[in-house]
């Protein structure tokens, strides 16, 4: 499902629900359209209730935003920001994707680490980036969230991992797919030494990064209606030849089949996240 839909209105029309906007006649006012029901709305108004939709849908929102929601106000510093990606194996037309990934995400690569607060329990974060190639996972991912666990483990801090991928970079090779080890190793010793590891899924969280770190923490949250799987349902239903049930994929069939503990809004999940870590915390 392709991010929010950003358009322009005319002074003379009106937005569903029949609120009229008094705008001057030379100005457009940017509108951000729900992918799933097409209501629109304000920017201001739809923050408001954190990009959710009056029909429920959660409209993908950026790693920052995400962090802003999250986290307690200024407690936010970021890890690793002299990290960033180049072209490994001089794939066609990659350098390009990646300069447009950049320009489109103002990010430097597809996840944002750092430190923080939630209700005052402090944690390591991560947050991967839908607008940075839907939050692929390349070498530079796999190194800053290995660095985050070993930080973590240094540390003895918690951490909250905040996924939403399209899986591994292809044009990385076996450089992406690698990742998925090597992010799990560091998983594993954060986890030997007592640490907390939270996993909150979005939409999407697919392929490699389902396949590894996403589904090994200890207590695993999703949104409503988040896409979680490994290979495509399409893909899937060409290669067993048979029709999937109605929701395949969807985080509440996942919770349904015991792969996700709970299902938790985003207007809950700052209050559940600090409720968790105060509950892990070592004393």
């Known amino acids: 499902m392709a991010l929010p839909m950003i358009f322009r209105k005319s002074k003379n029309e009106l937005e569903k629900g029949g609120r009229p906007m008094v705008v001057e006649s030379s100005r457009e006012i940017p509108m951000v359209k729900c992918p799933a029901c097409s209501r629109s709305y304000l920017p201001e108004d739809i923050e408001k209730e954190k990009y959710v939709c009056g029909c429920g849908h959660h409209i993908r929102i950026s790693a920052r935003k995400r962090i802003e929601f999250l986290t307690d106000k200024d407690s936010f510093t970021e890890l690793f920001t002299d990290l960033f990606g180049g072209d490994p194996l001089k794939f066609p037309g990659y350098q390009e994707k990646v300069d447009q990934a950049r320009e489109k995400s103002e990010e430097l690569e597809g996840v944002i680490c750092g430190t923080a607060k939630i209700l005052r329990q402090s944690c390591a974060i991560f947050v991967m980036e839908p607008q ?61 030494a007592g640490g907390f590891y939270l996993t909150i899924l979005t939409d999407p969280t697919t392929g490699g990064v389902t396949a590894s770190f996403a589904m090994e923490g200890d207590i695993i949250i999703a949104e409503p209606g988040a896409t979680v799987g490994f290979a495509g349902a399409r893909v899937i239903e060409q290669t067993v030849r048979k029709k999937l ?39």
């Open 132 to 192: 940075f190639m839907m939050g692929s996972m390349g070498t530079v991912v796999g190194e800053k969230i290995t660095r985050l666990f070993e930080y973590a483990t240094e540390h003895s801090l918690p951490v909250v991992g905040c996924t939403v991928s399209g899986g591994a970079r292809m044009q990385e090779g076996i450089l992406s797919l690698m990742q998925m080890a090597k992010v799990s190793g560091a998983v594993k010793r954060h986890n030997d």
């Open 245 to 283: 049930p109605s929701g395949f994929q969807k985080a509440e069939f996942l919770m349904e089949h015991g792969f996700v503990d709970k299902i938790v809004a985003r207007s809950k999940q700052r209050n559940v996240t600090a409720h968790l870590l105060s509950l892990h915390a070592k004393n």
